[in-house]
């Protein structure tokens, strides 16, 4: 008998070739998650086709408590969140592995690409890796997950939804934060009555260049729709919330070679009790920087090797060696 395994399953042709790879080794178990949007008609007709158990989870509370209120808070405390990397460990996880738990399932799975091994957290193939987004998962958690797509590239994926004749093979890959579909943050923050007020900005002498709309909607580095005319183009150089000010410079002042985080979330290894060598993600994109890791207080200290462009608070660090995720911290 195969044993029991629970797969996130979103109706998009990642969850939809994972539920096929899965099932040559697995007795899968789909699992929906709701968050109040619908939406869910896709997946509940892959599992049909697949011949596979289908169930939902309403995550409404936990998403709204755990990741949407931290968002709001984090933009009106002039951060700029992530919330997929806040969602993982406190919600999408959980979901899977209670469902995992009520039927007698040791796995939970995803479409992410990532790898996994041992409770370790790996990088997926350099086109589509996923590993940072995870890098908030803790052991306990990356104990229990498989990640069926890890050795895969995104173009051998719908190549092989396409072979099973999959009819989500061609559906576009969702790039939006998926509670705030029309990807229109700062409306969002609005309707909630989260936005901050309209203020100055300034210079870094304290000189008035012009109005905003609130600090919520710029972020650290920013340089496209300030409406801000002068000697030089303008970039978003600071947030400060607590005055409503938005501080604008010729963007030299943003590269730094000294980054903070806080609550370190330990990977690859059990804690730091001294200098690391590792490299950096500072955001979610293929830039990466060599640089030592340090304890620093109840947190980490980064020394890059060269400097970096706008580290921004309320974002993600990831550390690595070689193809594993040491961990990660929140920029402070």
């Not at 796995?107 to 957290?121: F, S």
């Not at 998962?137 to 990640?147: D, N």
């Amino acid at each position: 008998m195969k044993e029991k395994i629970v797969l996130g399953l979103s109706g998009g042709v990642d969850s939809a070739v994972a539920a096929a790879l899965l099932k040559e080794k697995y007795e899968v178990h789909c699992l929906w998650l709701d968050i109040g949007l619908g939406g869910g008609q896709d997946a509940s007709h892959l599992a049909e086709k697949m011949g596979l158990p289908f169930y939902t989870a309403d995550i409404r509370e936990a998403l709204e408590r755990e990741v949407c209120t931290p968002f709001a808070a984090d933009y009106l405390a002039g951060r700029t969140p992530l919330p997929c990397a806040r969602c993982n460990p406190a919600v999408k996880f959980p979901a899977l592995l209670a469902l995992a738990d009520r039927i007698g399932a040791k796995y939970v799975a995803t479409g992410h690409y990532a790898r996994v091994k041992d409770g370790v957290l790996y990088r997926g193939l350099p086109a589509n890796d996923q590993a940072f987004m995870l890098a908030r998962l803790p052991r306990k958690i990356l104990q229990r997950v498989v990640f069926p797509l890890g050795d895969y590239e995104k173009t051998e994926v719908r190549a092989k939804a396409e072979a099973l004749n999959l009819f989500v093979a061609r559906k576009p890959d969702s790039m939006e934060i998926c509670f705030i579909p029309d990807n229109d943050y700062a409306a969002w923050l609005e309707a909630r009555g989260a936005a901050a007020p309209a203020g100055n900005f300034v210079d870094r002498d304290g000189n008035i260049l012009g109005r905003h709309k609130g600090v919520h909607a710029y972020t650290l580095g920013q340089g496209r729709g300030l409406g801000v005319s002068g000697p030089h183009r303008y970039f978003v150089s600071a947030l400060r919330p607590e005055t409503c000010e938005v501080v604008l410079s010729d963007g030299s002042d943003l590269f730094t070679d000294r980054v903070l985080g806080t609550e370190p979330n330990w990977i690859a290894v059990d804690g730091l009790t001294g200098p690391m060598e590792v490299t950096v993600r500072l955001r979610h994109s293929k830039t990466e920087t060599p640089a030592t890791l340090l304890p620093g207080g109840d947190g980490v200290e980064l020394r890059l090797h060269s400097p970096a462009r706008a580290p921004t608070p309320g974002q993600l660090a990831v550390f690595y060696r070689g193809d594993a995720v040491v961990g990660s911290a929140w920029i402070c």
